[in-house]
């Protein structure tokens, strides 16, 4: 691998890209349709549905960090991220179909396939999703680049849902004609073979440069006490949890949103689609104000932003769609440019590991945003799941004023809180864009006198 910054190509950057849309083919359909799908089309309760996510989230524990450190250790002619992508797209498509499907195996064990789809699928996403996120940390050494490569990887991931969210309700009642259940599996069906096609795409079109200084030896122990003490990364790891919870929280509940608030279920698909094409248009945007303010201003300021116009989305009845529509737009565009932020700090993280102590673990450190990412839809799903038992929810029946208050407070006033916490907690990253020059300058010094 070369031990060089590296300016990426226009073709290498789609095709990086394209792995999220891949990814978000499934993992969109988990976040905005399978709580309803769940309570509404399978008949689990809303309780146990929540359980089971928060039950998976316990697993992904020991299956995240795991992974990174299974792939820290990978050695292939093709790298060590990428030949997840060739290995994982194909168990991961399955799993999607089998998360949809609605086998009646009576109460009891119709929660028990619930959970052991979901608990597989979301394994699988692990071994797949961390090696894909590493991968755009060791394609350049170059931090504003890589913030260029996660702006593209965002774009198409967001291109991604767009289809998803807003497509997957038309699609279930086509393809089913009639038949919920069967017009769930047979849409993911669809998007589980276009997920793998995408997934080949980016194993072709990608490169890995980055490797861990030659003399550095495989020593776990070291990799996770320099982890630990990695205070940037510690940051890091807290804001994506609650950035995750964020987003399971508010995409889980839209969707009770519209059917029982507003009355009206089809208006959630253009609901999504056009919020999507907010952060679509607003996305790259990440890069030049990162390059202007610096990463962490502009991830700070989206956060209080976008937590802001999210809690005003509390106030509109169900009749002024209008107000509705709007603040959900202000909010997407104000914390698009945070969403390739996060990801792309967490690749300076793994620099400052190896700046500070010799040591890089890549793997092992987006283990943290793999699991920050699935801890945070465990947690926000769960929370919906209870929060709805908890607001008395009951499936398929006019809902109570207190239900409804509840779904209020699940899309706007609980998410707007967590998001604008993040701020707090950014306060204390202190890897600044000075910092991050002389990480690089160093680093590619370090990298060139070993060659």
């Known amino acids: 691998m070369e031990a060089k910054s590296t300016k990426l190509s226009f073709r290498e950057k789609i095709g990086y890209g394209l792995g999220?849309?891949?990814?978000?083919?499934?993992?969109?359909?988990?976040?905005?349709?399978?709580?309803?799908?769940?309570?509404?089309?399978?008949g689990i309760s809303a309780a146990a549905a929540g359980t089971i996510m928060l039950i998976a989230r316990v697993w992904d524990m020991v299956s995240d960090p795991v992974m990174g450190i299974i792939a820290d250790k990978t050695n292939t002619r093709w790298g060590k991220f990428r030949p997840y992508l060739l290995w994982m797209a194909f168990p991961y498509s399955v799993l999607a179909v089998l998360a949809f499907t609605t086998p009646d195996f009576g109460d009891t064990g119709k929660v028990i396939y619930a959970a052991a789809t979901y608990l597989l699928l979301m394994t699988v996403f692990t071994a797949i999703n961390l090696p894909y996120s590493s991968l755009g940390a060791v394609m350049t050494s170059d931090s504003y680049e890589r913030a260029g490569l996660n702006s593209y990887r965002f774009v198409f991931a967001f291109a991604g849902q767009l289809i998803v969210s807003g497509t997957a309700l038309s699609l279930a009642l086509f393809l089913g004609k009639g038949d919920q259940a069967k017009g769930y599996q047979y849409t993911l069906i669809l998007f589980a073979v276009i997920s793998f096609i995408l997934f080949m795409i980016t194993?072709?079109?990608?490169?890995?440069?980055?490797?861990?200084?030659?003399?550095?030896?495989?020593?776990?122990?070291?990799?996770?006490?320099?982890?630990?003490?990695?205070?940037?990364?510690?940051?890091?790891?807290?804001?994506?949890?609650?950035?995750?919870?964020?987003?399971?929280l508010q995409n889980l509940s839209v969707a009770y949103y519209f059917k029982y608030y507003i009355g009206n279920e089809s208006q959630v698909q253009l609901f999504n689609v056009i919020g999507t094409i907010a952060l679509i248009i607003t996305i790259p945007f990440s890069k030049p104000l990162a390059k202007r303010f610096g990463k962490k201003t502009v991830f700070l300021t989206s956060s209080l932003l976008s937590g802001i116009f999210f809690i005003l989305l509390y106030i509109p009845g169900s009749e002024n769609i209008g107000m509705i529509f709007t603040f959900n737009i202000i909010a997407k565009m104000a914390y698009a440019p945070a969403v390739p932020l996060l990801w792309t700090m967490l690749g300076d993280t793994a620099d400052y590991s190896e700046w500070k102590d010799g040591r890089r673990a890549t793997g092992l450190v987006f283990s943290a945003a793999t699991f920050a990412q699935k801890a945070g839809w465990g947690i926000g799903?769960?929370?919906?799941?209870?929060?709805?038992?908890?607001?008395?929810?009951?499936?398929?029946?006019?809902?109570?004023?207190?239900?409804?208050?509840?779904?209020?407070?699940?899309?706007?006033?609980?998410?707007?809180?967590?998001?604008?916490?993040?701020a707090i907690l950014l306060i204390f990253y202190k890897i600044d864009q000075s910092t991050c020059v002389q990480m690089q300058q160093e680093l590619d010094q370090r990298r060139a006198e070993s060659e």
């Not at 499934?26 to 399978?42: A, K």
């Not at 200084?213 to 320099?226: G, S, V």
């Open 381 to 422: 799903g769960a929370l919906a799941g209870w929060l709805l038992a908890l607001f008395h929810f009951e499936a398929n029946v006019v809902q109570t004023e207190t239900a409804l208050t509840g779904i209020k407070l699940m899309i706007s006033v609980f998410p707007g809180i967590l998001y604008m916490s993040c």
């Open 203 to 248: 194993f072709r079109t990608t490169r890995e440069r980055v490797a861990p200084p030659k003399e550095q030896t495989a020593d776990l122990r070291q990799d996770l006490k320099n982890l630990l003490k990695n205070r940037p990364w510690m940051i890091l790891f807290f804001v994506g949890i609650i950035s995750f919870v964020m987003f399971a």
């Open 20 to 42: 999220d849309t891949a990814s978000h083919f499934v993992w969109d359909m988990v976040g905005f349709w399978i709580l309803i799908f769940y309570t509404d089309t399978y």
